[in-house]
């Protein structure tokens, strides 16, 4: 671990891992793979520790403390396909080409930033970390200061796992991420907020670094008439309450199919009461909020519509009941930022044209949800929406299938990653065109005279 007193320490660190990077040592996928491995039985071996802080850090129940250890998943789906996504990508040639042969050839692209946020405090530093070390190369890691207990394993596991030359960690707030920010990468990884993702863009635009910004938004989540309302109201509502709302994915707001909200609400408040009883400020299995500035901003929300169901509140606890908001219009300010907090508003609609057009209104959406049977409405918003990633009749759960790219669009960010994408956003596809000596045809060559007519035939004019 290191702390940074000063710029030359960051330009000491980057120097470090600079000359270990050009030494090639982590292009060999041996390598690659027994640093994966490591990793893996690091996170096995202070699983205990990682749960602990998720509680520490945001009282996050046991179960829910297993989402952070679950990268080890990930670990292994990247360790099973390793060796095939490393392999040159053989790219045909047109005849006009030949002969010659073309292929892409991914090759790491030297040392990279990963920044953190608190709500997955473990998970959103090391699920980058696996695609970086998976391309090949050296990383420098800057979890949340907002998760401190997290932020101290962290530090415990890099620290004994990993060659800092190779990988490493710098605890520390906003300056240390500026300090590091100043400096040349290959590549910035940042998890986080809109805000920020605008101060990181504009810092890496000074050495022209290329960004993979993984930022919020407002995820709408639509409710046709056409559901199994039980099953739809158990998901929501687990989407909604896992880690009290602080998930990027969660839903954000629903809107219902006026003729089924009724129904919808009172589901909802049935599946609150199964999981979390009379009073969730007792349940084991429900998380508090992280600090007291989002306690207060979330507090700030309330005020707004009909609380249907919740709405409790203690600030010595950091405690926000899941609360059900109705009578919200489109303009109050719960709907002019992302909530990320356990509150839901309830809006409804009469025409899905009208919701789709309202959800297109606003900016793009890190993910979007529909619950429905009809074909024709799932078709519909698929084709009529956009969104980093959409799932249909769940929530959440889209993130985990690490075969599908996981990242926003527009506002909710730019790049993707997991399983093989982590790999290509790691590494620069390189493309390589191999010719032989042995025909080399005059078309091209000055003096060009009746050649114009061969060209034109060759780019397909007649
Ligand atoms: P944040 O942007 O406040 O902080 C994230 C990181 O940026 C922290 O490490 C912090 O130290 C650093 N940072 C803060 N201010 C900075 C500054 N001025 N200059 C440079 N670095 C700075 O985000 P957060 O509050 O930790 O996370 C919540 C947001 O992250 C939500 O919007 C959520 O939707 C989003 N998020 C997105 C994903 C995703 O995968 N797309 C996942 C989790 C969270």
New binding site residues.
């Given amino acids: 671990m290191t702390t940074l007193a000063a710029p030359t320490a960051v330009a000491e660190l980057l120097r470090r891992q600079r000359a270990y990077w050009n030494t090639g040592a982590t292009r060999s996928l041996d390598f690659r793979l027994a640093q994966l491995k490591a990793l893996r039985t690091a996170i096995v071996q202070h699983q205990a520790e990682i749960i602990d802080a998720a509680k520490r850090d945001l009282g996050r129940p046991e179960f829910e403390g297993y989402i952070e250890v679950a990268v080890i998943s990930e670990i292994d789906y990247v360790i099973k396909h390793l060796r095939r996504w490393a392999k040159p990508r053989k790219a045909s040639l047109a005849l006009s080409q030949r002969p010659g042969s073309a292929w892409v050839q991914p090759e790491p692209l030297g040392v990279v930033l990963v ?6 405090p473990f998970q ?1 530093i090391i699920s980058p970390l696996i695609g970086a070390i998976a391309a090949g190369n050296c990383a420098i890691l ?5 998760a401190p207990a997290t932020s101290a394993v962290l530090v415990q596991l890099i620290e004994t796992t990993f060659d800092p030359a190779h990988i490493t960690l710098v605890e520390g ?2 300056d240390t ?2 300090a590091l ?1 100043a400096e040349r990468f290959d590549h910035i990884f940042y ?4 805000r ?1 993702g605008k ?2 863009m504009q810092a890496a635009a000074q050495h022209l670094t290329p960004v993979t910004l ?3 938004g407002k995820s709408p989540c639509i409710v046709d008439a056409d559901v199994n309302l039980e099953v739809a109201a158990r998901r929501i509502v687990w989407g909604k309450c896992l880690n009290a709302g602080q998930t ?1 994915v969660a839903p954000d707001y629903l809107l219902v199919d006026e003729r089924i909200k009724a129904e919808l609400v009172a589901a909802l408040q049935q599946r609150i009461q199964a999981c979390y009883g009379e009073n969730p400020a007792q349940s084991p299995d429900y998380s508090r909020i992280v600090n007291d500035r989002q306690f207060d901003r979330l507090v700030g929300l309330l005020g707004q519509g009909t609380v249907l169901v919740g709405g409790d509140h203690n600030r010595d606890d950091r405690y926000i009941a899941p609360t059900l908001i109705d009578g919200i219009g489109w303009d109050d300010p719960i709907m002019q930022e ?1 909530i ?1 907090g356990p509150l839901l508003p309830i809006l409804t609609y009469r025409d899905l044209d009208d919701a789709i057009a309202a959800v297109n209104q606003r900016p793009k959406p ?1 993910a979007l949800y529909l619950f429905s049977r009809d074909r024709q409405v799932q078709t519909q918003v698929i084709d009529r929406t956009t969104a980093g990633s959409m799932c249909l009749n769940d929530v959440v759960v889209q993130v985990a299938v690490w075969n599908l790219p996981f990242g ?1 669009v527009g506002s909710s ?1 730019m790049g993707s990653y997991h399983g093989q994408y982590s790999f290509d956003t790691f590494s620069n596809l390189k493309s390589v065109l191999k010719k032989p000596f042995w025909l080399d045809v005059d078309w091209r060559y000055p003096p060009y005279q009746d050649k114009v007519k061969v060209f034109r035939k060759l780019i397909g004019l007649s």
């Fill in positions: 920044i953190g946020p608190w709500n997955y959103l800057k979890p949340s200061e907002l707030g906003v991420a500026q920010l998890t986080g907020g809109e920020v101060i990181v993984e930022l919020g990027c992302e990320f890190l926003g960010g």
